[in-house]
């Protein structure tokens, strides 16, 4: 056994706001670092461990790769010792390529591509046969036993059921020596300038040889010369023709049908891959789904008149190029601008959407001549199609997609691949069958795998399947049996995301590895938190030291070793406040001591709110995998969303109920899953969603800008007396446009000097010093005050400063009320910790004018928050609801949901066992619930919060 070191020691660790600490972390331990957002933790975790671990990796390269790689910063530390290999496994969300799904991600569809390639059976898509292949050899002795004795011609394919004259091919086949062709099943001599039917579909054979087969030295080195040739000139396909008879007998090095004669070439691992041109369906580009014009959307109402906008992309009627094609048009089919569209002959609706090319004439009455009159028209269906497929602008490409539907590919029918790799099957099935079902049923497929197989097949398969085994055990382990192989990743929540890259991380099993986490246990339900710290458990014990940064109370009592970084945030915090077993946590005065012991908590509500009577009922929704749902959801109280991963949640309200109401109130563009009515949106005014994208993180966005204050900050500074003497404009004072930055570090405040084979180093722009604007911008001052100081004040310092200006008083009241008031305006984004991000998006939409009639959705607004921070989110939302407004979580954290008026609990289980409303109502009366997952964790939780609320007193 390799000697390691015992720990893991950290020292002067002075990362964004650690405080020079000295920190000793155990090997081969699960160790958890926990402490308020915005402590300092993942600058412990990430920015100094991982970014040394990850440093030392790219010093071990030669100098002329690592130029190549860019050089990764020395983080501001005196040294680490006992660090090992480093792999991180953080939020940030996957690939949002539609081409990413589950299966790529795992590299469980990989190995599946692999095993349909060995290991496959081929089958004929004309005949359903299977397909058959052979060697030079085989084909000589399969011949010599067929026609022994016999007259024969050897033929080789080069034209099948193709139309043209194909003068030159016959010339050139002329030319290599061949002097005779089979034509349409009839033998004939090559002659000059000869030619067939250039209308008709042909067959065309070259005619090798004809021979009489028979034994001997001198027979099989011709055969053999023969085969070759016809191999070579028919595309490894021959045809033996015997004398008299009609059909030939085919024979192929490839996959062949043995009645049909079509042939599959070698299958490849990407001949299944639905990103690569040789496995893609031609017509979807393997996407499974292709866009259509839908004649509803162009015609929305049949009985208005084209004059009055009957053709929606066309609207009312103007003077333009393409009425007047419609007039003509009009006169032909026998309609005018002033008639409905229900009025309009088939044929000329059918010329309206499609085009159509035509001469007509018609008599003037008036004149008493004829007039010729011609129609050129692409029709509306086309150009929109067209539009759709090459405009280089987004906004057209939008402007054409109103009026398309997105439909399941019909070739294809979703599966992505081509029509040959589809019927390429093991056991039944093909590779597309098993991208469709869901983990768990993959899993049973696979059981009993080997007792399907037989002979070589069985022995190619082994390996494969064992690895696929394993992958598929791990996704099972991390609580991900709901999703099936071909789900896009898009579509995956941060959670699920980052445990598919964990399940991915297992399965390399690694050994003597140090793995960093950033909060695993973000969207999933209690009840799966168990197999989440077992999988970490099981990755300590083959032999790896195990971080996790986390808030989670079970993941805590379940660590060997606890971190806790305190005392409070920002540059109030990155101090080691205590460390040690979870048991003595609970002696230590710290803020995550307190609330796990109970000292402190989130208090439940006496009274739960009863609302304003009114409800939005939502009935009928069957989008992904709920059932025909119908729910009630009552206004004027925060509602909680619950129920395990996968369940349907988002589904529910983030595909389903935010797009209605998004479309009602603001027109929004997105189509909601399918459902049947909705009752009650006169009683809300207006919808704002918090989802959990990732705010911008480049170094030029800020708090300030992201919230949307610094816009303001910068007019009230252009409305200062000198500003307005000098004619400068808020433009003046943004560092991202020229005008009032600094030039020469083009207002980063840094100016990064290129050091080849080291990192970059970035130094402070020795013009501005840092303050990222110019001199004469800077003179202007507001208060005593330049911009540049303004950026440098904490949210604290400013809320006071600009108390009279309400505009910007408003936001920075909010983003202090939900606990970061220690951030400063001017920030990197970069810098900010997930929690932070999280709250700045919070505080930015809930600093909106609320209307006492709003409705808000949260999904998850705990990820990244310490105990602490929630109680302080919950204030903030527990203001919203009281003045009237509506709150929806989509929430798994206990802390919330026993503080939520109603909550609606969805499930039983992930995927296809879920998407049902298992129980409603007041937490009280949903713990009472005896099937419900979520009831029995929250009837722990009141009894706990009864317990030490009785302690308290």
């Known amino acids: 056994m390799i000697n390691y070191e015992e720990n893991i020691e950290v020292r002067g660790a002075r990362v964004h706001n650690l405080k020079n600490i000295d920190v000793t972390i155990p090997r081969e331990k699960l160790v958890v670092i926990t402490g308020l957002s915005g402590s300092g933790k993942s600058s412990l975790a990430f920015d100094t461990i991982y970014a040394e671990g990850q440093r030392r990796y790219i010093e071990t390269f030669s100098a002329y790769a690592r130029q190549f790689l860019g050089g990764l910063e020395r983080p501001d530390v005196d040294k680490i010792d006992g660090l090992s290999p480093v792999i991180a496994i953080e939020q940030k969300t996957t690939s949002k390529s539609p081409r990413s799904t589950v299966g790529t991600i795992t590299e469980v569809y990989d190995f599946l591509r692999l095993l349909f390639a060995r290991a496959g059976d081929a089958y004929s898509f004309n005949t359903g046969e299977m397909m058959v292949s052979y060697s030079d050899e085989q084909i000589k002795r399969l011949i010599v036993e067929a026609y022994d004795g016999k007259k024969i011609s050897v033929l080789a394919p080069i034209v099948k059921s193709r139309k043209g004259h194909y003068r030159e091919l016959f010339e050139q086949i002329g030319k290599q020596g061949f002097v005779k062709v089979r034509v349409d099943g009839a033998i004939v ?105 839908n004649e509803n959307k162009i015609f929305p109402n049949k009985k208005v008149s084209i004059r009055a906008g009957g053709i929606a992309p066309l609207g009312a009627y103007k003077k333009s190029w393409a009425f007047k094609q419609l007039e003509t048009i009009g006169q032909r089919y026998g309609f005018s601008m002033d008639s409905t569209i229900a009025q309009i002959s088939d044929e000329g609706l059918n010329v309206i959407l499609n085009g159509g090319k035509e001469s007509f004439s018609v008599n003037s009455k008036t004149l008493g001549v004829k007039r010729e009159y011609r129609i050129d028209y692409e029709g509306i269906s086309n150009f929109i199609k067209s539009q759709f497929q090459e405009a280089n602008s987004t906004s057209i490409k939008r402007w054409a997609k109103e009026y398309m539907d997105k439909v399941t590919c019909p070739n294809c029918h979703g599966a992505r691949l081509r029509k040959e790799s589809l019927y390429f099957k093991i056991d039944g099935k093909n590779i597309a069958e098993l991208a469709h079902m869901d983990i768990a049923e993959l899993a049973n497929f696979f059981a009993h795998f080997e007792q399907k197989m037989e002979g070589n097949q069985k022995k190619i398969a082994e390996e494969i399947v064992k690895e696929i085994r394993t992958r598929i055990q791990f996704l099972l382990d991390v609580g991900l049996d709901y999703l099936s192989l071909n789900r896009s990743s898009k579509s995956l929540s941060g959670g699920e995301a980052q445990r598919i890259r964990l399940a991915t991380q297992i399965g390399s099993q690694l050994v003597g590895v140090l793995y960093i986490l950033d909060e695993p246990s973000i969207g999933l339900h209690q009840r799966d938190n168990e197999r989440l710290i077992q999988s970490l ?74 609302g304003t009577g009114k409800k939005l009922v939502l009935s009928g929704c069957t989008g992904n995998n709920l059932k025909n749902v119908t729910v009630e959801f009552p206004l004027g109280k925060m509602i909680g969303v619950t129920g395990v991963s996968g369940s349907g949640k988002s589904t529910l309200i983030n595909e389903t109920l935010y797009p209605i109401m998004n479309a009602h109130y603001f027109n929004g563009v997105k189509t909601p899953m399918p459902y049947k009515k909705i009752k009650g949106l006169e009683h809300i005014d207006k919808v704002i969603d918090i989802n959990q994208s990732p705010i911008g993180r480049t170094p030029r966005s800020n708090p300030a800008t992201y919230t949307g204050v610094f816009s303001e900050i910068r007019s009230l500074f252009s409305k200062t007396t000198e500003a307005t003497i000098r004619g400068y404009k808020p433009g003046r004072f943004s560092f991202n446009v020229q005008g009032g930055r600094c030039e020469t570090c083009q207002g980063g405040g840094l100016k990064v000097i290129e050091m080849n084979f080291l990192p970059d180093v970035f130094v402070e722009c020795e013009t501005c010093n840092g303050k990222r604007f110019n001199r004469e911008t800077l003179e202007i001052r507001y208060k005593g005050k330049s911009i540049a100081d303004v950026l440098e004040m904490t949210m604290d310092e400013a809320v006071g400063f600009f108390e009279n200006i309400p505009k910007i008083h408003r936001k920075l009241k909010t983003i202090v009320d939900v606990g970061l008031g220690y951030i400063s305006l001017g920030q990197q984004s970069t810098t900010l910790s997930g929690g932070e991000a999280q709250r700045v998006k919070l ?104 317990e030490n609320l009785a302690k308290a007193f």
């Open 843 to 946: 505080a930015t939409e809930l600093s909106k004018r609320d209307t006492g009639n709003t409705f808000y959705i949260l999904d998850e607004p705990t990820t990244g928050l310490h105990f602490e921070d929630i109680r302080v989110l919950m204030e903030v939302l527990d203001k919203l609801v009281d003045k009237g407004n509506t709150v929806l979580v989509i929430e798994h954290n206990m802390d919330v949901i026993k503080m939520v008026d109603h909550i609606i609990d969805i499930g039983y289980e992930g995927g296809r066992g879920g998407g049902m409303v298992v129980a409603k109502g007041t937490p009280e009366q949903v713990s009472k619930d005896t099937k419900s997952y979520t009831a029995k964790f929250l009837r722990n939780e009141l009894e706990q919060a009864k």
């Open 189 to 293: 001599d090559i002659t000059k300038g000869m030619k067939v039917d250039r209308y008709k579909t042909h067959d065309i054979e070259i005619v090798i040889d004809r021979l009489k087969v028979g034994q001997g030295q001198d027979f099989d080195k011709r055969l053999s010369e023969t085969i070759n040739t016809a191999m070579y000139s028919g595309d490894n396909v021959l045809m033996v023709l015997e004398e008299g008879k009609k059909t030939p007998r085919y024979f192929s090095r490839d996959l062949m049908c043995p009645s049909s004669g079509i042939s599959y070439p070698t299958p490849e691992p990407n001949t299944f891959s639905f990103n690569s041109p040789k496995g893609m369906c031609p017509s979807c580009n393997g996407l499974g789904h292709v866009y259509e014009v």
């Open 537 to 610: 458990a099981s990755l300590r014990d083959i032999g790896n030291s195990v971080i996790v940064v986390e808030h989670d109370r079970d993941m805590i009592e379940a660590a060997d070793h606890v971190i806790d970084i305190g005392p409070r945030a920002g540059k109030h915090g990155g101090e080691i406040i205590s460390q040690g077993p979870p048991g003595e946590l609970v002696s230590h005065q710290t803020l995550t001591a307190d609330y796990i012991s109970g000292a402190k908590g989130i208090r439940v509500p006496e009274n739960r709110r009863k």
